[in-house]
């Protein structure tokens, strides 16, 4: 058993991990003796146990762990082309269906455009070709003409479905219906958020009622009417601030969004001026549509991956840079997409990727513990004299601890019921009315609060509450920092949205004493969050950077690309035709390169407002 791996011969572990046909006795006696058991079979091999296991287990959680020994990889007998040999030998003009399916939704357009038939055959197929090209429009006025036909659906962004949705609603012509759309934005450059702004107007034109949710300025200047909710967020909004026309919005004194639309110099991180520390170079990137391209990327900066929708930014940085640093700084197991080498590692310590998931997926996590003010606070209450006497410990305020928890709810708050067929419902617990704790934890106060007193109270009223005790106020000011004074200490981590969740990652890392060496990833930090919002995402970031840091964020909002050290843009277009550097160099220089669809729009924010 204890064998190394790399000691064993070819044919034994041939037999550990596919199994061996000979029959085994099996014999087990446990370390007591109160049990044994023994059988004869023939060993079926970890391999195939694992398999066996991930087709017959009901638990999601565990099918994702037996995913981590998974890979796909193509079928050898189609080579990944799904269809048996004789569908495949059908060809027009030299392409079988599959591979048309393999071309980006632009290609294949032109193909079934300027397809050579005879007239006998174009007139048995003009309606099927008409459909055709008709629903591919749809997808590229949507700003998807760099998506493949056969791209799994597993595999889309949030944003990308939700515009293949629309994109069907717009080939069904219906009128008189009422459209919601929450941030169709995401992951869209620019150039893309024009044709959606065509694509709506078309939808309204048609008689129908858009509605959509969203922070881009581009969409609201678009907007025939504006609905401004407010004035801040969490307890301090819920209000309508302001209805009418953009016109209107730009003249308001009591919008805080029609302040930023007035004056969009307003997002700014003022003067700074940094040194790089070093470099990071990815050699040879030829991932996915990448171009063999070298890429590097300064250290000590705050730097900006641009450029349009598919032009490969996900594919360098979370496929290729953030795998492999994650496989050099904590071994794991996971294959970084195709490059040479990475140089410059021994210029950072770690990597950490700070994306939009949720901090937690139970109702027992929130902002409190995930950012461990909850331990000091549980602590100060450790130490009350009413503790002391009873002797309690920290574990007795705890809910993971059945010493102070209710007994009823195990220190949820919520009871979970089931509904079946249905997303389960969670109801306040009966028994602690959603106090999490029992009646003897609950007695112990400290400046008249109870524990769960404390988990009520937003942050910002922690703050004035804690303020003599520097341990808990350092914690909950990183959080009030990042902008969440609003949220509750007790909080729930299933009610974050996924910019909240994000910002509290962000204020953890604030929290701890770093080195100056970490290297930060952020894909689309920007995602939901309003001007304001987007100010203090940068107040943070850059003080990270000041700490000598490198914060890395894949980004189309112009505002934070505009207060980057440095860029990088990618492109030229989507697709097959991206993959390549088209630019780089400081949002000034970039605004002036010919070829960068960033650097367009980024010279009308720079010199004309």
């Known amino acids: 058993m204890m064998t190394p791996i790399e000691k064993i011969s070819p044919k034994h572990l041939r037999i550990i991990l596919h199994g061996s046909n000979d029959l085994i006795d099996f014999k087990y006696q446990s370390k007591s003796g109160d049990s044994s058991w023994q059988y004869t079979d023939a060993f079926e091999g970890v391999l195939v146990n694992l398999q066996r296991s991930f087709m017959e287990t009901d638990s999601e959680s565990k099918r994702e762990w037996l995913k981590q020994f998974m890979r796909d990889t193509p079928c050898t007998s189609c080579n990944?082309?799904?269809?048996?040999?004789?569908?495949?030998?059908?060809?027009?003009?030299?392409?079988?269906?599959?591979?048309?399916?393999?071309?980006?939704?632009?290609?294949?357009?032109?193909?079934?455009?300027?397809?050579?038939?005879?007239?006998?055959?174009?007139?048995?197929?003009?309606?099927?070709?008409?459909?055709?090209?008709?629903?591919?429009?749809?997808?590229?006025?949507?700003?998807?003409?760099?998506?493949?036909?056969n791209r799994l659906s597993s595999t889309l962004s949030g944003g990308e479905s939700q515009r293949i949705r629309l994109a069907t609603q717009i080939g069904s012509n219906l009128t008189g219906v009422l459209y919601v759309l929450d941030e169709p934005t995401i992951g869209l450059h620019q150039r893309d958020n024009e044709r959606l702004i065509k694509t709506l107007t078309k939808l309204r034109n048609l008689g129908n009622t858009v509605i959509v949710v969203e922070h881009d300025e581009e969409i609201m200047r678009n907007s025939d009417w504006i609905l401004d909710l407010g004035p801040g967020a969490g307890v301090h909004g819920g209000n309508v601030v302001f209805e009418?026309?953009?016109?209107?919005?730009?003249?308001?004194?009591?919008?805080?969004?029609?302040?930023?639309?007035?004056?969009?110099?307003?997002?700014?991180?003022?003067?700074?001026?940094?040194?790089?520390?070093?470099?990071?170079?990815?050699k040879g990137a030829a991932e996915n549509n990448l171009k063999n391209i070298d890429v590097e990327i300064p250290l000590g900066l705050f730097v900006s991956v641009t450029g349009v929708s598919g032009s490969g930014k996900s594919t360098l940085i979370n496929d290729i840079l953030l795998k492999s640093l994650e496989s050099h700084f904590y071994s794991t197991t996971v294959k970084p997409g195709r490059h040479t080498e990475i140089i410059g590692l021994e210029n950072i310590?770690?990597?950490?990727?700070?994306?939009?998931?949720?901090?937690?997926?139970?109702?027992?996590?929130?902002?409190?513990?995930?950012?461990?003010?909850?331990?000091?606070?549980?602590?100060?209450?450790?130490?009350?004299?009413?503790?002391?006497?009873?002797?309690?410990?920290?574990?007795?305020?705890?809910?993971?601890?059945?010493?102070?928890?209710?007994?009823?709810?195990?220190?949820?708050?919520?009871?979970?019921?089931?509904?079946?067929?249905?997303?389960?419902?969670?109801?306040?617990?009966?028994?602690?009315?959603?106090?999490?704790?029992?009646?003897?934890?609950l007695s112990v106060l400290y400046k008249g609060k109870n524990i769960s007193d404390i988990l009520d109270m937003t942050v910002f009223?922690?703050?004035?509450?804690?303020?003599?005790?520097?341990?808990?106020?350092?914690?909950?000011?990183?959080?009030?920092?990042?902008?969440?004074?609003?949220?509750?200490?007790?909080?729930?981590?299933?009610?974050?949205?996924?910019?909240?969740?994000?910002?509290?990652?962000?204020?953890?890392?604030?929290?701890?004493?770093?080195?100056?060496?970490?290297?930060?990833?952020?894909?689309?930090?920007?995602?939901?969050?309003?001007?304001?919002?987007?100010?203090?995402?940068?107040?943070?970031?850059?003080?990270?950077?000041?700490?000598?840091?490198?914060?890395?964020?894949?980004?189309?909002?112009?505002?934070?690309?505009?207060?980057?050290?440095?860029?990088?843009?990618?492109?030229?277009?989507?697709?097959?035709?991206?993959?390549?550097?088209?630019?780089?160099?400081?949002?000034?220089?970039?605004?002036?390169?010919?070829?960068?669809?960033?650097?367009?729009?980024?010279?009308?924010?720079?010199?004309?407002?």
């Open 80 to 149: 990944g082309k799904k269809l048996k040999p004789e569908s495949l030998a059908v060809k027009i003009n030299d392409k079988g269906i599959m591979d048309v399916c393999d071309l980006s939704i632009d290609q294949c357009y032109d193909f079934f455009a300027t397809l050579k038939l005879t007239e006998n055959e174009q007139y048995i197929a003009r309606d099927v070709l008409k459909e055709i090209k008709e629903r591919l429009e749809f997808l590229m006025n949507v700003g998807l003409n760099y998506l493949t036909l």
């Open 244 to 282: 009418g026309t953009i016109n209107q919005i730009l003249k308001s004194t009591k919008s805080v969004t029609g302040n930023y639309l007035k004056n969009n110099s307003l997002i700014n991180l003022g003067e700074k001026t940094r040194n790089r520390s070093g470099s990071l170079i990815v």
């Open 349 to 441: 310590d770690k990597v950490i990727a700070i994306d939009q998931s949720p901090i937690g997926r139970t109702p027992r996590s929130n902002p409190a513990t995930y950012i461990g003010v909850f331990t000091h606070i549980r602590e100060l209450y450790a130490n009350t004299e009413l503790s002391k006497e009873r002797g309690y410990s920290m574990g007795q305020f705890s809910f993971n601890v059945a010493d102070g928890r209710c007994f009823a709810c195990d220190g949820d708050g919520v009871k979970q019921i089931e509904m079946q067929f249905l997303s389960d419902v969670y109801v306040k617990c009966d028994e602690c009315k959603g106090k999490r704790y029992n009646s003897e934890t």
């Open 461 to 609: 009223e922690a703050l004035e509450f804690f303020e003599n005790i520097p341990s808990i106020k350092r914690k909950l000011q990183t959080i009030f920092d990042v902008g969440l004074g609003y949220i509750k200490l007790g909080q729930s981590s299933t009610t974050l949205s996924g910019g909240e969740a994000q910002r509290v990652k962000l204020a953890s890392e604030l929290s701890k004493r770093g080195t100056g060496k970490t290297f930060y990833i952020l894909d689309e930090p920007t995602t939901g969050l309003h001007f304001a919002d987007v100010q203090k995402l940068l107040d943070v970031l850059n003080r990270l950077v000041n700490l000598g840091n490198t914060v890395l964020v894949i980004e189309h909002n112009l505002d934070v690309i505009k207060n980057s050290d440095w860029l990088i843009d990618l492109g030229p277009e989507g697709g097959d035709e991206g993959g390549q550097i088209v630019t780089v160099g400081t949002p000034e220089q970039v605004a002036k390169s010919p070829g960068s669809y960033t650097g367009k729009y980024l010279k009308k924010l720079l010199y004309t407002k």
